[in-house]
């Protein structure tokens, strides 16, 4: 046995908060003021209106607490969470799994503060990540960005599904029907022009070549019925569109912090602006929180879990992660999936022996370990491996014998390797 270091795991001041939407329950644990090694507690209610929370955060500072913690319920914990911090105190926000009561214990709001606030003066939990003010308002930015990206691209399906409705198909002939000769044919339907050839003459650059093509397409019943739901749809889209505009010009106001991160960032093959800032937004700067690159991917669940038991691995549901920041590895991996380059020959070879889904967790997986190398050291550059990193480490002799080996067994003939020439010894 050797002796280990260890420290006092007891939070003297400590605060407990059990949320609701309307109401909260508050648990504060401090030591007896006059029995050494005891401890007193109270239980107060607070609704979770602005003024009431201010009213709590005096209570704690009447007792000195120095850590409130609470669990991650919903959205419910952000707007207390928020006011706590910038109260001064130390805000500390917990994965409800790693807090459960013990079974058999009766369970109520206050039973709970009650037992957070027991777990949390010992040092049995930890606190989850919880972005600093600059890196949550980008984070808030990217992700309606891309919602709205969503909404858009739902509502041109839309407008799509209604010109085949009217017999309209012009989807089949052009390759974006939101195009310039697309939406000019659309106007002219919804202004109430019916004749075909006065439409595809407004086609322009290559969809000239087709006039006869898109004659053939207009032809339908469009009605005035078709009309009116259609100027609705490419309102909504001319919205979003505007709205689109506004919002890239806000997020690179908000970016401008971390141009140098970016920077590092889009050396990777695949990672563009958009999705650089997406990354950020997600995971931030200071990867301090996370001791390893192994840590960060495991917190981004993109990395396989293997469960022991009884001698027996056992594979396990990776668990579902932050899905915003799945979609931007997603849409990365996919765009390098291609490229000549070292993840994009990563993700090929995995792709190729155990199929695409698997292969886009090892490629994102490699992909936030180079992401977490290039964030914590500000001189860090990226510098590809090649496509051809494996083929290069491949030992051609010991892959040779290999082959021989498995052709042996097929054929029953004696196979022998010399000076690079196959010798087959007839039995």
């Not at 749809?233 to 010009?249: K, P, S, V, Y």
Request: proline share 4%; net charge positive; with cysteine.
């Amino acid at each position: 046995m050797k002796e280990v270091p260890e420290q006092d795991l007891l939070i003297e001041r400590v605060a407990a908060l059990d949320l609701g939407k309307a109401a909260l329950e508050a648990c504060v644990r401090v030591p007896h003021e006059s029995k050494a090694g005891r401890r007193m507690q109270e239980v107060r209610s607070y609704a979770t209106t602005t003024a009431d929370l201010l009213a709590m955060a005096d209570w704690f500072r009447c007792w000195g607490v120095t850590r409130v913690v609470m669990e991650s319920t919903s959205d419910y914990w952000k707007g207390v969470y928020f006011l706590l911090e910038a109260e001064g105190f130390e805000c500390w926000l917990v994965n409800a799994r790693d807090v459960k009561n013990v079974p058999g214990r009766p369970k109520t709001d206050k039973l709970d503060a009650v037992w957070l606030a027991k777990v949390a003066e010992r040092g049995m939990c930890r606190p989850s990540l919880v972005h600093p003010e600059p890196i949550r308002q980008l984070r808030d930015l990217t992700r309606y960005r891309r919602a709205l990206v969503q909404d858009r691209a739902r509502e041109m399906q839309r407008v799509e599904k209604l010109l085949e409705d009217a017999q309209i198909k012009i989807g089949t002939v052009l390759s974006d029907i939101h195009g310039q000769s697309g939406r000019a044919m659309m106007e002219a339907l919804i202004a109430g022009e019916r004749d075909v050839c006065v439409m595809a003459q407004m086609a322009k650059g290559r969809a000239r070549n087709k006039i006869h093509e898109l004659e053939e397409a207009l032809r339908g019943f469009f009605t005035g019925h078709h009309a009116m739901i259609l100027r609705m749809m490419l309102d909504n889209i001319d919205r979003m569109a505007a709205q689109l505009a506004e919002l890239n010009l806000k997020i690179e106001t908000a970016v401008a912090p971390f141009a140098h991160q970016i920077g590092q960032l889009v050396e990777i093959p695949g990672l563009d602006q958009i999705a650089a800032r997406e990354l950020i937004g997600e995971i931030g700067v200071d990867m301090t929180r996370f001791p390893s690159p192994a840590h960060l991917a495991s917190w981004a669940k993109f990395c396989p879990q293997v469960h022991e038991s009884a001698g027996r691995k056992k594979n396990k549901s990776r668990g579902k992660g932050n899905p915003w920041l799945a979609g931007a590895l997603g849409r990365i991996v996919f765009g390098f999936s291609r490229s000549d380059s070292f993840l994009g020959a990563r993700y090929r070879r995995l792709a190729k022996r155990r199929g695409p889904q698997k292969a886009i967790i090892a490629a994102g997986n490699s992909l936030l370990t180079v992401v977490y190398h290039l964030l914590s050291d500000p001189n860090a550059r990226f510098h590809d491996l090649g496509s051809d990193y494996y083929s290069t480490r491949i030992d051609k002799d010991r892959q040779a014998r290999n082959l021989a080996r498995h052709l042996q067994a097929i054929t029953g003939q004696q196979i022998t390797i010399q000076d690079g020439q196959v010798i087959l010894h007839s039995s």
